[in-house]
């Protein structure tokens, strides 16, 4: 596929006049902070030697930070794939690895008890097929994710300006960070992927164990709902991770979140309602058909979980619990509004409470007034 300086030749040249017309602004601000700093508080000359520090260090910030940014990104993407083996679109040659592992640890058996096994291996076959089906997709996302990045980061070069010269005043320091911070989440988004794919590595171990569910009396009957149980996961974990893990280590970085908190109760949302989806559309869509047509309608099921999951991930992988939390968070303080708002007891107080605190109250402060 292209990559985003082939399908956008003019779009970097842009952000750099952008930046270049923005630069002017930023050190009139770093010119206005260092007056401020030196002489306006009449600060002891050691502050004024680390006012300046600061200053220089937001110059050598203002002229470099594209240049780090990209050393940023090509670092820890490289890392992800290269040192953590990890990439969402190899799905397939990560299960075909944990497969040939196996293989290579159960290499004592007979060429007997291998043909006997013929039931295993075409669960093996069809997992290659669905898990090839996945790589696709996860493909598809990650490329429109780094061409995403690309943009945020090219756009974000060019305002950079204006928050790097607000770091120079203390009033203004917070935005200034936190947009720098963003800005550094946004470098790392692949790092997200490398978290997400730790979770895929140890689901693919346990898909390949036919020791697992193996029992004395069954064998390795179990060994398909094994590797269902586990293609299930997969199918909403990959398309999940794949889409808001970027996010959720962005939001690891500005807000200090727990990332894998996030992930796990986001595709735990996604996988709920990915399973009332499929459920609802392949009832309405197998009533009455047989053959072919609940294959279809298992096809149109299929997708619909998929957009469901894709659509959760894209609202930062929201789940129940978060949304009750948030609800709650917002019904206390109006509550409690009202509450004071609010008398407590009717005017006519027919039940008689009110007279009873009052006494109840005059009794353990007698000197209080009524």
Not at 154 to 159: E, H, P, Q, T
Not at 169 to 186: A, D, T
Not at 257 to 277: E, I, N, Q, T, V
Not at 344 to 351: E, K
């Amino acid at each position: 596929m292209s990559d985003f300086n082939s399908m956008f030749p003019q779009f970097l040249q842009q952000c750099l006049q952008l930046k270049t017309l923005l630069t002017p602004v930023a050190f009139l601000l770093l010119t206005g902070g260092l007056i401020s700093a030196t002489i306006a508080k009449h600060q002891h000359p050691s502050a004024n030697l680390r006012t300046l520090g600061r200053i220089i260090v937001l110059l050598m910030l203002l002229v470099y930070l594209p240049t780090w940014g990209n050393q940023i990104v090509s670092i820890v993407d490289d890392t992800v794939k290269n040192v953590l083996k990890v990439d969402p679109a190899q799905i397939q040659d990560q299960y075909k690895a944990a497969l040939e592992l196996k293989k290579s640890a159960d290499g004592t058996q007979s060429w007997w008890e291998k043909v006997v096994e013929w039931r295993a291996s075409m669960v093996e076959a069809l997992m290659t097929v669905a898990f090839a089906l996945l790589g696709w997709v996860a493909s598809a996302i990650v490329w429109w994710a780094y061409i995403l990045q690309n943009a945020i980061l090219f756009i974000g070069y060019a305002l950079s300006p204006i928050f790097i010269g607000m770091l120079a005043f203390p009033s203004l320091q917070q935005p200034g960070r936190r947009y720098l911070l963003n800005l550094v989440g946004v470098m790392i988004w692949p790092l997200g992927w490398g978290v997400a794919g730790l979770v895929t590595q140890g689901m693919l171990t346990f898909m390949t164990d036919r020791s697992f569910l193996s029992t004395s009396v069954v064998g390795n009957d179990l060994y398909s709902l094994q590797n269902l149980m586990g293609l299930a996961f997969l199918g909403i974990w990959l398309i999940f991770s794949t889409i808001a893990a970027p996010v959720m280590i962005q939001r690891a970085i500005t807000t200090g979140s727990s990332m894998g908190a996030d992930l796990f109760s986001g595709a735990f949302g996604a996988g709920r309602a990915a399973l009332a989806a499929g459920a609802s559309t392949f009832a309405a869509a197998g009533m009455g058909k047989s053959g072919i047509g609940l294959v279809q309608a298992g096809v149109v099921a299929a997708a619909a979980a998929g957009e469901t999951v894709a659509g959760t991930a894209l609202s930062n992988g929201g789940s129940l619990v978060g949304s009750l939390a948030q609800i709650r968070a917002f019904q206390e303080p109006r509550a409690n509004a009202q509450s004071k708002n609010q008398p407590r007891f009717p005017q006519n107080d027919p039940s008689g409470d009110k007279t009873v605190e009052e006494l109840l109250r005059k009794t353990r402060n007698p000197y209080s007034q009524g």
